[in-house]
């Protein structure tokens, strides 16, 4: 029977948008149900054309980057395509960035609100970020 893991990304730096997305890899690889919710800070990393890097919050961020361990953005993308899991975006963070589904990274899936997705999250494991 698979596990269901419902993760909130609220965080812009590299460590914990890294161990969420590897969570999120790890879980959906192995057959559970899988949902990410991204919001705040965590959101402007998944709008296409965005090329900024999340900061390192400590030493270790910077050696995950130094050592070839495979970026967050990647690691959700695989999530995605792979496990099917489920990238929602916060449309509360979406219309105070003033941007639409349009200008998202594909991989994401429909704008959610957070009452929705913790209606949603109950009965699974919740993480946040």
């Known amino acids: 029977m698979s596990e269901q ?3 909130i990304c609220v965080s812009g730096t590299h460590e914990k948008l890294q161990m969420a997305a590897m969570i999120a ?3 959906a690889a192995t057959g559970d149900t ?4 991204f919001s705040m800070n965590a959101l402007a990393y998944f709008v296409k054309g965005s090329a900024a890097a999340a900061p ?4 270790f961020g910077t050696l995950l980057s130094q050592n070839g361990v495979p970026p967050f953005k990647q690691l959700f993308q695989q999530a995605a395509e792979l496990g099917d899991a489920k990238l929602l975006p916060c449309s509360m963070a979406m ?3 003033k941007v639409t589904e349009n200008e998202l990274d594909p991989e994401l899936g429909k704008p959610t609100g ?3 997705f913790l209606s949603d999250s109950q ?3 919740l993480l946040a970020f």
């Open 5 to 7: 893991i419902h993760i």
């Open 25 to 27: 890899s790890v879980a």
């Open 34 to 37: 899988v949902s990410v919710f």
């Open 56 to 59: 390192a919050e400590g030493e």
């Open 95 to 97: 219309d105070l960035l």
């Open 114 to 116: 957070l009452t929705r």
């Open 123 to 125: 009965g699974g494991q």
